[in-house]
């Protein structure tokens, strides 16, 4: 009774099964393991074909109208038969979808518009789609006159180059065009949110996941964070099942990625922090087995079974995160939040922006660092972060810049600008450096020059202000702005801030309200800031 195209959807996602198995028993730097990574494409053009039929499936299984006769015999057998055939219908095409889902969630165009290339490519020279053609099989419009003249001779000619209209760098004269891989993605999330049935939450669930992960790889991290925030899954994740978890691991994990590269220091530490935590990053992203499984009070039978499962849900060599790129990200986004409040805090001060996250793991490897009898040089990127913050503590922003940006894990992001990163970055260090520097020594100033904290740290006017202008009205320490005419004309004045002592702040507050107080302090330290 069970239809032929429910039997043929499931072929394919055992295919998907098999081929996902081969790739993880396969050792991932051999020439195999390029070979099998090689079928995925091969697999995904089966999808596209076995996707097109069942839409000409469903093209002539219309849904059936739900006014029956009951008094007609077997009225109502036919239609429940024909209600069940439409549904089957539906919901093999949302699987397909899910199954193209999953196999370009995780590319990035760099490497998708290639592949695209290559099926356009396919078929426009009408190979089929299990020969094996080199990707290196270009065709263009001076090689197909050049074919024409030899006859087209498959002996003698590349077949790409058959043809006098057909070019590979011109998307209308090869037949194809360009591939938008955002857009392709959300045709095919539509597909499974619009035909997957009641009992296929979990496909859904997967399905947007997929989609907040691929939008963040390509840098939309405002759609990404945005569609995450509306599926509210932050407090479903607890019930889902350990495959969905990953998914949800990972796609947190390119959140706080795309974060970091928006300059979105804190949404970063928030997505990462949970990840980065522990010990325990890569069984979280599924990546490698848990070397913690024996447990006592389990029998052999029970590890054996448990460590079976951690391996099946293993995910291949090809899909996996970088987790030092992770860890790193993590350390540069604490370090820049928490330093400000590690030197105020040092000076028994309370800062007003405690509404920013907490790591307690940076702080714990700092003082860890710190602790340490002999410092040697830095041996892995934790490292140079901890060393780093140890300059940006004193602010020292040139010395902070060499460590991070030396770091080997950048060049995995050569496909994105790095160096635009790295501009947003350095601002950022030379803003948290200048704000580290006048918690820890202002007291040392009567008065601070706006031109000397410019050539400090190579910040305009603009931006020096703006930090002031925020810690004095944020408290951080009482200061006031004042004319000074140092010999410069009347319309180049140069600005100063003042400090200003807390007490006498507040004795002359008074005092303008003519309220007499009468004040006995050290004269050692008057307050917290003297």
Request: charged share 25%; proline share 3%; net charge neutral.
């Amino acid at each position: 009774d069970q239809p032929r195209s429910r039997g043929l959807g499931d072929v394919y996602k055992r295919q998907q099964q098999d081929l996902t198995k081969a790739l993880k028993l396969a050792n991932n730097r051999s020439e195999e393991y390029m070979e099998r990574v090689a079928d995925e494409t091969l697999l995904y053009q089966l999808f596209l074909e076995v996707h097109k039929y069942f839409e000409r499936e469903a093209a002539v299984t219309p849904k059936p109208s739900p006014d029956v006769d009951v008094t007609v015999d077997g009225a109502l057998k036919v239609y429940e038969r024909a209600q069940q055939a439409y549904q089957d219908v539906q919901e093999n095409i949302a699987e397909i979808a899910h199954l193209q889902v999953e196999h370009i969630y995780y590319l990035h165009d760099t490497a998708a518009k290639p592949l695209h290339a290559l099926r356009v490519l396919q078929g426009r020279a009408g190979w089929s789609v299990l020969d094996n053609i080199h990707a290196g099989a270009r065709g263009s419009a001076a090689r197909g006159t050049a074919a024409a003249a030899h006859g087209n001779d498959p002996s003698l000619v590349n077949p790409a180059a058959m043809g006098t209209s057909f070019d590979e760098n011109d998307p209308t004269t090869s037949g194809g065009v360009e591939l938008d891989s955002i857009a392709e993605m959300r045709r095919l999330c539509k597909i499974v949110y619009d035909h997957s049935g009641t009992s296929s939450a979990r496909m859904r669930v997967r399905a947007v996941l997929h989609q907040i992960y691929h939008l963040a790889l390509h840098d939309k991290y405002s759609e990404a964070k945005m569609l995450l925030l509306m599926s509210r899954f932050q407090d479903q994740a607890d019930d889902w099942d350990i495959e969905t978890q990953v998914v949800f691991n990972r796609t947190m994990a390119q959140l706080g990625l795309a974060a970091l590269r928006s300059d979105r220091l804190t949404d970063a530490l928030r997505c990462l922090a949970d990840l980065c935590s522990g010990s325990k990053i890569n069984e979280l992203l599924a990546q490698r087995v848990s070397r913690f499984w024996n447990d006592k009070n389990s029998t052999k039978e029970e590890q054996a079974a448990r460590e079976l499962k951690e391996r099946q849900r293993l995910l291949p060599f090809h899909r996996h995160l970088n987790t030092d790129l992770m860890e790193a990200c993590h350390n540069i986004s604490a370090m820049l939040i928490e330093i400000p409040n590690l030197v105020a805090e040092a000076n028994h001060q309370n800062l007003a922006n405690s509404y920013e996250p907490s790591s307690k793991i940076f702080r714990r490897s700092l003082n860890n660092y710190e602790l340490q009898v002999f410092e040697g040089p830095p041996e892995n990127n934790r490292e140079r972060v901890m060393l780093a913050a140890q300059h940006l503590s004193r602010g020292d922003w040139r010395t902070c810049r060499d460590l991070v940006f030396t770091l080997k894990c950048w060049t995995l992001w050569a496909h994105y600008d790095v160096e635009a990163i790295h501009a947003r970055l350095l601002h950022r260090m030379k803003e948290v450096a200048l704000r580290t520097y006048l918690l820890k020594f202002h007291t040392h100033y009567a008065s601070l020059g706006v031109q000397a904290l410019c050539a400090m740290f190579e910040l305009p006017v603009a931006a020096i202000r703006a930090v002031l202008n925020r810690m004095v009205i944020a408290k951080e320490f009482v200061g006031s702005w004042q004319d000074v005419l140092d010999g410069t004309p009347a319309d180049q004045q140069v600005r100063h801030v003042a400090y200003v002592c807390c007490v006498r702040a507040c004795v002359r507050v008074l005092c303008c309200l003519r309220v007499r107080v009468r004040v006995s302090v050290s004269v050692s330290s008057c307050c917290c800031c003297c």
